[in-house]
T-cell receptor
Framework: TQLLEQSPQFLSIQEGENLTVYCNSSSVFSSLQWYRQEPGEGPVLLVT?????EVKKLKRLTFQFGDARKDSSLHITAAQPGDTGLYLCAGAPSNDYKLSFGAGTTVTVRA | ETGVTQTPRHLVMGMTNKKSLKCEQHLGHNAMYWYKQSAKKPLELMFV???????ENNSVPSRFSPECPNSSHLFLHLHTLQPEDSALYLC????????????FGSGTQLSVL
């Protein structure tokens, strides 16, 4: 059983469309991170959210941390081919330094 | 460029071979990690080093042997691997052993024949 469940597993959309990916758990996290991994590269951190209900924006990307700190979402507005990649969420349970990763959502944005 | 360099980028080896993966960071980080990434599965934490001392081994088979000679370098020695060990092996580092950001290398794509 995975600690963090990401959905959908795959997402393919046309340039200019919007998309949302989800990261869910039954556990409470002290913080949650989102990474993007491009083919042939390692994951790169996009954002860290720490407060329940927190919303952070990074250009066309909007990240939300659930009120109970058990889930998170990533919304991309007007997606571009450069947004293509594997999106990973990672959470640190309270009082534990270890990050648990989800299996990721593979996003493909077609030109 | 994350500041974490892994070599080689690709490796093909037979089950009887011995090879080593190398990871190098000059970010001044004190915590270094080996992760295994297989298709459709979450990243699996293999080993944790903090100030050059191994602090965690997540039930990794003994055919994987880590080495951390100093705080900037981390190795993963491989011997008598199995085909199911084929995966992307990622090295990561961070300033300390807390929930701070992980800096990943580009990984070594390993194929065991």
């Amino acid at each position: 059983t995975q600690l963090l469940e990401q959905s959908p597993q795959f997402l393919s959309i046309q340039e200019g469309e919007n998309l949302t990916v989800y990261c869910n758990s039954s556990s409470v996290f002290s913080s949650l991170q989102w990474y993007r991994q491009e083919p042939g590269e390692g994951p790169v951190l996009l954002v860290t959210v720490v407060t329940g209900g927190e919303v952070k924006k990074l250009k066309r990307l909007t990240f939300q941390f659930g009120d109970a700190r058990k889930d998170s979402s990533l919304h991309i507005t007007a997606a571009q081919p450069g947004d293509t990649g594997l999106y990973l969420c990672a959470g640190a349970p309270s009082n534990d330094y270890k990050l648990s990763f989800g299996a990721g959502t593979t996003v493909t944005v077609r030109a | 460029e994350t500041g974490v360099t892994q070599t080689p980028r690709h490796l093909v080896m037979g089950m009887t071979n011995k090879k080593s993966l190398k990871c190098e960071q000059h970010l001044g980080h004190n915590a270094m990690y080996w992760y295994k990434q297989s298709a459709k599965k979450p990243l699996e934490l293999m080993f944790v080093y903090n100030f050059k001392e191994q602090t965690e081994n997540n039930s990794v088979p003994s055919r994987f042997s880590p080495e951390c000679p100093n705080s900037s370098h981390l190795f993963l020695h491989l011997h008598t691997l199995q085909p199911e060990d084929s995966a992307l092996y990622l090295c990561a580092s961070r300033p300390s052993h807390t929930t701070e950001k992980l800096f990943f290398g580009s990984g070594t794509q390993l194929s065991v024949l």
